[in-house]
């Protein structure tokens, strides 16, 4: 079974701090990770996914599979970047659907 | 593109009442998912569709919620009878077959009140 794990629903930080998201994954295959994002009344959307390798909005994030973790970081958060954010696993088999955490509501602060 | 089209976007009904949730995904898009989110229990999949066939219902918590997909281009998420704990915005997304099955766009979602 899938497993998505995000411990903190609620994460402030003050403009220009730092900010990490954790997210831990359970799978025994080979992992796909995302991270969604979702801004107050607006969609549910892709953040990143870790197959890019990119940065989008300044925020990376790199999967560690030794340590079973894709945490969302962002070395100066801004007041845009309140959010919830959602990690999620997809499975690479032939069934496709993926497992979403419980979500981070990012708060940043002026 | 309009992107994914949900309807209502908003419901209010009284416990006992049949509820219909409507989707219309992507055009060209192979994939299609409802989702839960509750304050509880987050994002939660309850069913997801590849080409107009459910794959997985394992997620579709009770025998009271039933969907369909009778075209490539409409889905429908039914809750008959509805329940105060069925209270929750419902999301539809969809993605493409192949690399990017799992880059799913999403709906505005339906939020339902269950009175």
């Known amino acids: 079974a899938q497993r998505v794990t995000q411990p903190e629903k609620l994460l402030s930080v003050f403009k220009g701090a730092p900010v990490e998201l954790k997210c831990n994954y359970s799978?025994?295959?080979?992992?796909?990770l995302f991270w969604y994002v979702q801004y107050s009344r607006q969609r549910l959307q892709l953040l990143l996914r870790h197959i890019s390798r990119e940065s989008i909005k300044g925020f990376t994030a790199d999967l560690n599979k030794g340590e079973t973790s894709f945490h969302l970081k962002k070395p100066f958060a801004q007041e845009e970047d309140s959010a919830m954010y959602y990690c999620?696993?997809?499975?690479?088999?032939?069934?496709?659907?993926?497992?979403f955490g419980s979500g981070t509501q990012l708060t940043v602060l002026p | 593109d309009a992107g994914v089209i949900q309807s209502p976007r908003h419901e209010v009904t009284e416990m006992g009442q049949e509820v219909t949730l409507r989707c219309k995904p992507i055009?060209?898009?192979?994939?299609l998912f409802w989702y839960r989110q509750t304050m509880m229990r987050g994002l939660e999949l309850l069913i997801y569709f590849n080409n107009n066939v459910p794959i997985d219902d394992s997620g579709m918590p009770e025998d009271r919620f039933s969907a369909k997909m009778p075209n490539a281009s409409f889905s429908t998420l039914k809750i008959q009878p509805s329940e105060p704990r069925d209270s929750a915005v419902y999301f539809c997304?969809?993605?493409?077959?192949?690399?990017?099955?799992?880059?799913?766009?999403f709906g505005a979602g339906s939020r339902l009140t269950v009175l």
């Open positions: 997304a969809s993605s493409r077959q192949g690399a990017g099955a799992n880059v799913l766009t």
């Open positions: 999620a696993l997809g499975s690479s088999g032939s069934a496709r659907q993926l497992t």
């Open positions: 055009s060209g898009h192979d994939y």
């Open positions: 799978y025994s295959g080979s992992p796909e």
